[in-house]
């Protein structure tokens, strides 16, 4: 027998008429990385007596039981140059921009890992800085390309990164962004430090 828990169970009452059907979804939360598993769901379903409002204990009306299976992946996305840094646990991608061409496009390697499809929604944020530490000034001006972004199942594409540079003062050659790469209808969020090697 299949263990049952109370805090998963969800009763819904459908009202159908002879030869009736109607769509049933189950949605899953698995938020952990590089999480896979199979999962069964065993579906009790009982007649439900509109009159009195309760299951109805009609001689031959047994509950059916259905078992459904699923596989549960979460999305594996990895870059292809991405480095770790070992005291902070944290993802870099290192960029170095050699010429004075401006704007400048750079084309980052990813590569879908997992057996679906997923799309991408991306954005470029400011790396943070602690209280005891100055606001530097950005070095260029820093856009993602258009999204949602699609990666095919276990296939390898570029992030367009487009690099607008300013008039730079100061000696100075180092930036760094943060790259936020969230997995469309989904909690799932991957992010990277970008830094940024400016080459006069």
Not at 14 to 23: A, C, D, E
Not at 29 to 55: G, Q
């Amino acid at each position: 027998m299949l263990p049952t828990s109370k805090t998963l169970e969800k009763v819904l009452v459908f009202v159908l008429h002879p030869h009736g059907t109607v769509p049933i979804g189950i949605i899953i939360d698995a938020p952990r990385i590089n999480y896979s598993k199979k999962l069964f769901s065993l579906l009790r379903i009982h007649l439900f007596d509109l009159a009195t409002m309760k299951v109805a204990k009609d001689k031959g009306s047994h509950p059916l039981g259905i078992l459904s299976e699923a596989d549960i992946e979460t999305p594996k996305l990895k870059c292809c140059r991405e480095l770790l840094h070992t005291e902070s646990n944290f993802k870099v991608i290192p960029i170095v921009v050699k010429n004075k061409e401006n704007p400048k496009n750079m084309f980052i390697p990813f590569k879908n890992e997992g057996n679906r499809e997923i799309e991408l929604l991306l954005d470029i944020v400011n790396f943070p800085v602690q209280d005891n530490q100055p606001i530097r000034k950005p070095l260029a001006e820093y856009r993602c390309q258009k999204t949602p972004l699609k990666f095919q199942a276990n296939f390898s594409s570029y992030i367009t990164i487009n690099i607008n540079r300013y008039e730079n003062r100061e000696k100075r050659r180092k930036d760094q962004k943060v790259l936020i790469a969230k997995v469309k209808d989904t909690s799932m969020i991957y992010s990277y430090i970008l830094d940024f090697y400016f080459l006069s």
